[in-house]
């Protein structure tokens, strides 16, 4: 059968970056714990604890070095390395950091789509800070998440998302990697077909058997074969492998909650020093209500201390409220709540959550004198 070939059109023009956390969960587990640093860690439940059940979250580069990796069971990380810590994950303290990631994210644009928990598409071909290198914005989020919450992340950069992705995974940890246009296509063929993203475990040995096994020798398969074997994967690897890949950033459509948090260079300790902090983040938090049109019932006090010991507390109330009054003297009594202590605080969070549009009733007006 005949193809009619029609000439494939790349957009390179705009600026994408994809951030990939590093390790996540047990980089914060490392950071929160010191005595684990350097030794082989496994985020889940010993199987002593539970019977040979269990399944790895995640595990360190230390314990990736023995074999193990994620979703592999609990027993078999242990046969590979006896000696490995076992750690049960903290999946609500893993997602209130990733907010925090997230602030940072906001800082450089809210062209934002988060993949998971630990990693996020950005789209910075417009941005906030007027930056014409992309480079420049991904060094700038490295720095402000190693500085505030000293966790590390790998970057990739590229003028779509699939090249963005591969460019995070190909340097890791702490790397940066950027695909210029030019560059694309010979990146690609270099690469192990195991690389690409979107391949995966169950396609490789197909993927051998039609003698793929590099970037290159999928380039050189037509379309109408790739289409033939894998159906659309084919279609759409048939365009990734020459750098190819139009799908936009696609940000959170409907915002759940809206807050602001500051991480301190010095941790905060008078009174005074605290209410002038709320303060401000009532007012940023107000702002960031009348710019998105939206009340809020539910008020998010967050509070860290310098050994990064973490408290959230919330209260909900029957009225809608958005003004900087209200949330201050609202954060302000749940900070009051909270339990005396004479750690110094590192950061402070207030956020609004329950959120309505606000909406002008149609009241309804004397036309005419009785």
Same mark, same amino acid.
């Not at 063929?189 to 995966?200: A, D, R």
């Not at 492998?241 to 905060?268: C, F, M």
């Not at 954060?331 to 110094?344: N, Y």
């Given at each position: 059968?005949? %193809?009619?070939?029609?000439?494939?059109?790349?957009?390179?023009?705009? !600026?994408?970056?994809?951030?990939?956390?590093?390790?996540?969960?047990?980089?914060?587990?490392?950071?929160?714990?010191?005595?684990?640093?350097?030794?082989?860690?496994?985020?889940? $439940?010993?199987?002593?604890?539970?019977?040979?059940? /269990?399944?790895?979250? @995640?595990?360190?580069?230390?314990?990736?070095?023995? /074999?193990?990796?994620?979703?592999?069971?609990?027993?078999?990380?242990?046969?590979?390395?006896?000696?490995?810590?076992?750690?049960?994950?903290?999946?609500?303290?893993?997602?209130?950091?990733?907010?925090?990631?997230?602030?940072?994210?906001? $800082?450089?644009?809210?062209?934002?789509?988060?993949?998971?928990?630990? &990693?996020?598409?950005?789209?910075? @071909?417009?941005?906030?800070?007027?930056?014409?290198?992309?480079?420049?914005?991904?060094?700038?989020?490295?720095?402000?998440?190693?500085?505030?919450?000293?966790?590390?992340?790998?970057?990739?950069?590229?003028?779509?998302?699939?090249?963005?992705?591969?460019?995070?995974?190909? %340097?890791?940890?702490?790397?940066?990697?950027?695909?210029?246009?030019?560059?694309?296509?010979?990146?690609?063929?270099?690469?192990?077909? &195991?690389?690409?993203?979107?391949?995966?475990?169950?396609?490789?040995?197909?993927?051998?058997? #039609?003698?793929?096994?590099? /970037?290159?020798? #999928?380039?050189?398969?037509?379309?109408?074969?790739?289409?033939?074997?894998?159906?659309?994967?084919?279609?759409?690897?048939?365009?990734?492998?020459?750098?190819?890949?139009?799908?936009?950033?696609?940000?959170?459509?409907?915002? !759940?909650?809206?807050?602001? &948090?500051?991480?301190?260079?010095?941790?905060?300790?008078?009174?005074?020093?605290?209410?002038?902090?709320?303060? !401000?983040?009532?007012?940023?938090?107000?702002?960031?209500?009348?710019?998105?049109?939206?009340?809020?019932?539910?008020?998010?006090?967050?509070?860290?201390?310098?050994?990064?010991?973490?408290?959230?507390?919330?209260?909900?109330?029957?009225?809608?409220? !958005?003004?900087?009054?209200?949330?201050?003297?609202?954060?302000?009594?749940?900070?009051?709540?909270?339990?005396?202590?004479? %750690?110094?605080?590192?950061?402070?969070?207030?956020?609004?959550?329950?959120?309505?549009?606000?909406?002008?009733?149609?009241?309804?007006?004397?036309?005419?004198?009785?």
């Amino acid at each position: 059968m005949k %193809q009619l070939a029609l000439p494939l059109k790349n957009d390179t023009h705009r !600026k994408i970056i994809h951030i990939d956390m590093d390790a996540f969960f047990a980089s914060v587990e490392e950071r929160d714990h010191p005595e684990f640093r350097g030794k082989p860690l496994v985020i889940a $439940r010993h199987p002593h604890d539970t019977g040979g059940r /269990g399944v790895v979250t @995640t595990a360190n580069y230390e314990a990736r070095k023995f /074999g193990i990796h994620s979703a592999m069971s609990a027993q078999k990380a242990y046969e590979l390395c006896p000696k490995a810590i076992f750690q049960e994950g903290n999946h609500a303290y893993y997602r209130e950091i990733s907010q925090e990631i997230r602030q940072i994210f906001q $800082r450089y644009t809210d062209i934002i789509e988060p993949v998971s928990i630990d &990693e996020a598409y950005l789209d910075v @071909t417009e941005n906030k800070i007027h930056s014409t290198s992309a480079i420049k914005i991904a060094r700038l989020i490295q720095r402000d998440i190693f500085q505030e919450l000293h966790l590390t992340c790998s970057a990739g950069i590229s003028y779509n998302k699939f090249l963005a992705k591969m460019g995070s995974d190909y %340097q890791k940890p702490r790397g940066l990697t950027v695909i210029m246009p030019q560059d694309a296509e010979k990146f690609l063929q270099s690469l192990p077909i &195991e690389k690409f993203h979107g391949v995966g475990k169950q396609t490789v040995p197909k993927m051998h058997q #039609l003698g793929i096994f590099t /970037g290159a020798d #999928l380039a050189a398969k037509s379309e109408w074969e790739l289409m033939q074997h894998f159906g659309k994967m084919g279609y759409s690897l048939y365009r990734k492998v020459r750098g190819i890949h139009d799908s936009p950033v696609n940000p959170e459509r409907i915002r !759940k909650s809206i807050g602001k &948090e500051h991480t301190y260079a010095q941790v905060l300790f008078t009174e005074n020093e605290i209410i002038t902090q709320l303060r !401000k983040l009532a007012q940023k938090v107000a702002a960031s209500l009348a710019q998105h049109q939206k009340h809020g019932q539910t008020i998010v006090l967050k509070v860290r201390y310098e050994d990064f010991t973490t408290i959230t507390k919330r209260k909900s109330f029957p009225q809608y409220f !958005k003004n900087t009054d209200d949330l201050f003297f609202y954060g302000k009594e749940l900070f009051d709540s909270l339990p005396s202590s004479k %750690q110094g605080i590192r950061l402070l969070g207030i956020t609004v959550t329950n959120l309505a549009p606000v909406t002008f009733e149609t009241l309804p007006l004397p036309l005419f004198e009785k």
